[in-house]
């Protein structure tokens, strides 16, 4: 494993991911006008974790249209709520995959040696698009900062889920990327029982980061209304939770 993980390489799939990254933009512009606020907060060169919600299967295609780096993802192994249409994208731009119920090591150790090359992670600590509003982080994005000390970049993406339903020829929709001012780093000494609470507290904390960059109504779990708080209990339970993923 260690000899694997000295030989990541980043960024990579450079001419691959320079005409999806042309295709896309070409792609979203009938679609869509994405605003984008917030390009003063963007950071000249990583280490960094890009936090994001997910509430769209669009979600990384946007990120990667808003952002100029050559951005490595962690994401789920499945996509179940993209159609297949679209899934050949990650699979072509390459994305390192986090099989559900089984800790993700793998992945988590190969985004750590990106990091140490000062790379660009994206993550959406939500852990999957199974509702439309912000939900508790899911554990691997604290441990992921809390062992690489990398700082975070908030992000909300807001406009999707309508977007294509809503979409017609010759209207464009409304999408909005808010980017927020980098946070952490993080580091936990604790172990065990305190350990694993500190982790829930960072959790919670990027996901206030991001609540704090979508409208009111999406902010779900981290509102500052209770009616809205109270709308978003049930959406935090975690679908895969009982199933294990293994690569085939």
Known sequence: MKSELENVAYPRRRLVRRAL???????????????????????????????????????????IHSLPWPVEFLGGFRMPNAP??????????GYYPLFRGTGATRSLRIAEAILRQRGIIGIFPE??????????????????ATR????????????????LP?????????????????????????????RRRR???IG??????????LPPERRGHYSDDP??????QGTEKYPWAEATETEL
């Not at 899934?87 to 072509?92: A, E, G, S, V």
């Open 21 to 63: 990254r042309y295709l896309i933009h070409a792609a979203l512009q009938p679609l869509a006008r994405v605003e984008i606020v917030g390009r003063e907060h963007i950071p000249e060169s990583g280490p960094l974790l890009i936090v994001a919600n997910h509430f769209s299967f669009l979600d990384p295609v946007l990120v």
């Open 84 to 93: 297949d249409l679209v899934t050949w994208i990650p699979k072509l731009w």
């Open 127 to 144: 852990g999957g698009n199974w509702a439309t509003v912000l939900r508790p982080a899911r554990p691997g994005t604290a441990f992921l």
């Open 148 to 163: 690489t000390h990398a700082r975070l970049l908030p992000v909300g993406l807001s406009g999707l889920v309508n977007l």
């Open 166 to 194: 809503r979409w017609r020829p010759g209207k464009r929709g409304h999408v909005l990327v808010r980017i927020g001012e980098p946070f952490g780093p993080y580091e936990v000494r604790a172990r065990g029982r305190e």
């Open 199 to 201: 982790l829930n507290e």
């Open 204 to 213: 919670h904390e990027i996901m206030r980061h991001i609540a704090a960059l």
């Open 227 to 232: 009616e809205i708080r109270a709308a978003a």
